[in-house]
T-cell receptor, first 113, second 114 residues
Framework: GAVVSQHPSRVICKSGTSVKIECRSL??????MFWYRQFPKQSLMLMAT?????????EQGVEKDKFLINHASLTLSTLTVTSAHPEDSSFYIC?????????FGQGTRLTVV | AQSVTQLGSHVSVSEGALVLLRCNYS??????LFWYVQYPNQGLQLLLK??????LVKGINGFEAEFKKSETSFHLTKPSAHMSDAAEYFC????????????FGKGTRLSVIA
């Protein structure tokens, strides 16, 4: 199947700093990518839809100024958590669809200390 | 609007026993349904999908699921559990296959006892 690569897999940062997470579709082009957040022992919640060449669409309750999304190419979307705080600690997962199937990255465990 | 309900947050079976993970959906349009598996600290891997073709869908690792419109269900089964099946399983629905996000159930953690 298609491959979606997400980097980094783990990151620890200090409160107040920013963290960038990359999501790449390695063997296909993705005009749309999705970013999800997963709290411990809970399901995945859609945060935003990343659209190549245009602004991302955010779900209700997600702060667009805190979670900056850039989809500058057909194979790369980035999520930047700005001025991170401990409550932003979570597991972030991206996905990109192709052929009617959503393929997921490996996820990023963000810990803000 | 779409939603998914997974009955049982934790299911425990003996090795070699039948695995049954339940999923019920709600959708205002014909649904596309998926089962994904997640191992600790990893992304999601697609097990199988239903996209309005055959109602009995076979997936990887011996899993299969049956779409029952009358029951709005899409339960996941495997005849004989293996230790390596221990993981978190998510049922998901979307309005169509393609560039639409998935709505996930809360997940079911499967434990396999030797």
């Amino acid at each position: 199947g298609a491959v979606v690569s997400q980097h980094p897999s783990r990151v620890i940062c200090k409160s107040g700093t920013s963290v960038k997470i990359e999501c790449r579709s390695l063997d296909f082009q993705a005009t749309t990518m999705f970013w999800y957040r997963q709290f411990p022992k809970q399901s995945l919640m859609l945060m935003a839809t990343s659209n190549e060449g245009s602004k991302a669409t955010y779900e209700q309750g997600v702060e667009k100024d805190k979670f900056l999304i850039n989809h500058a190419s057909l194979t790369l979307s980035t999520l930047t958590v700005t001025s991170a705080h401990p409550e932003d600690s979570s597991f972030y997962i991206c996905s990109a669809p192709t052929g009617g199937i959503a393929f997921f990255g490996q996820g990023t465990r963000l810990t803000v200390v | 609007a779409q939603s998914v309900t997974q009955l049982g947050s934790h299911v425990s079976v003996s090795e070699g026993a039948l695995v049954l993970l339940r999923c019920n959906y709600s959708s205002s349009v014909p649904p596309y349904l998926f089962w994904y598996v997640q191992y600790p600290n990893q992304g999601l891997q697609l097990l199988l999908k239903y996209t309005s073709a055959a109602t009995l869908v076979k997936g990887i690792n011996g899993f299969e699921a049956e779409f029952k419109k009358s029951e709005t269900s899409f339960h996941l089964t495997k005849p004989s559990a293996h230790m390596s099946d221990a993981a978190e399983y998510f049922c998901a629905v979307s309005a169509r296959a393609g560039n639409t996000p998935l709505v996930f159930g809360k997940g079911t953690r499967l434990s396999v006892i030797a």
